[in-house]
């Protein structure tokens, strides 16, 4: 194998690269990655713990290494993608549901934008140009250090521990094997498998309190669904709130649902030539009463079954309604 000193840069941004690509390697790998001897890995090794990346060596039969954090941020190394990702990541940001980001998001992006290549400039320009993110002052805000240690366990395979305060305002501790963090209309959801209750949940993030690691390690389980989204949209399907109603509509399952706004609180339930069923359920009122008056806005013929408080809201829409469409305009 050649290993001159001219190939040594352009070796130490590879070994580099690979050690940030994947948590853990073997000596073994990254020599052959590299096509190095083991010698020449160990002082590359050397080489960027100097320039104050914190590669740690790891025991075991092989011997390995991993790049752990440090007390300082080294550099990275980011390809094209990722970069441009990055950039455009802390340009929305600001309008995002994590809280306290926007500052620090403005400063990171200005540093970035510094160092970007000439050749990646256009391409964050008309991305920035392009995108806009709308924050929504009504969706609690998730802390962005909870995602962290959140991320990590999941990352690290490593049991999570938590506070948990549910919709009854009340705490309980959980223990759990995170899987997956999903964004939904502004939230931030767990889902987590739970080894005490032997089920899948989905845990609110804004609910969680004081998550640690639990240093006990778990091997990851295969989701009950196609992916995480599909998962959490299952849920919500069958969960039950505070408020429901029930609907049957003179029009398909696929129709309902292409012509409301947003996804439905509930479950979506085809009936061939009679229509479908819908079961509409929220913690809010108010929101159940607007999924009926979309639902209706749409022109099918419809009957609807609710408690009367949804029911009056519902009528007391209607009368509005009506007053506003046969009085003269302005």
Not at 161 to 172: A, K
């Amino acid at each position: 194998m050649s290993e001159t000193r001219k190939d040594l840069p352009g070796r130490l941004l590879r070994l580099l690269s690979l050690l940030q690509g994947r948590r853990e390697w073997s000596g073994a790998e990254l020599a052959e990655r590299l096509g190095v001897t083991d010698r020449t890995l160990r002082r590359d090794v050397g080489r960027l713990r100097a320039l104050d990346y914190p590669v740690e060596s790891t025991t075991g039969t092989a011997g390995g290494y991993r790049l752990i954090s440090g007390r300082n941020l080294p550099p990275l190394l980011l390809d094209d993608d990722e970069a441009i990702a990055v950039a455009l990541g802390l340009a929305t940001a600001a309008g995002g549901s994590v809280a306290g980001l926007e500052e620090s998001s403005t400063r990171a992006l200005a540093k970035l934008e510094q160092v970007l290549p000439a050749r990646l400039r256009p391409r964050l320009a008309a991305l920035s140009d392009a995108t806009v993110a709308v924050p929504r002052p009504d969706v609690p805000r998730a802390d962005p250090a909870v995602l962290a240690v959140i991320a990590g366990c999941r990352r690290d395979h490593e049991m999570l521990s938590f506070d948990y305060r549910n919709r009854s305002d009340q705490v309980g501790a959980r223990r759990v094997e995170p899987h997956h963090l999903v964004t939904l209309q502004g939230r931030w959801y767990l889902i987590a498998y739970d080894p005490e209750r032997a089920d899948w949940r989905t845990f609110r993030v804004d609910r969680m309190e004081r998550p640690t690691p639990a240093h006990r390690r778990f091997a990851p389980r295969d989701l009950p669904a196609p992916d995480p989204a599909a998962y959490l949209a299952r849920v919500f399907a069958g969960a039950s709130y505070r408020h429901t109603a029930r609907m049957t509509v003179r029009l398909s399952a696929d129709a309902v649902r292409a012509g409301v706004f947003a996804s439905i609180p509930g479950e979506v339930e085809d009936r061939g030539a009679d229509g479908c069923a819908i079961r509409l359920s929220a913690e809010s009122a108010d929101l159940v009463v607007q999924y009926v008056a979309a639902i209706a806005a749409l022109g099918a013929e419809f009957t609807l079954d609710a408690a009367p408080e949804i029911a009056e809201r519902v009528r007391a829409l209607g009368r509005r309604l009506e007053e506003e469409s046969t009085s003269p305009l302005s």
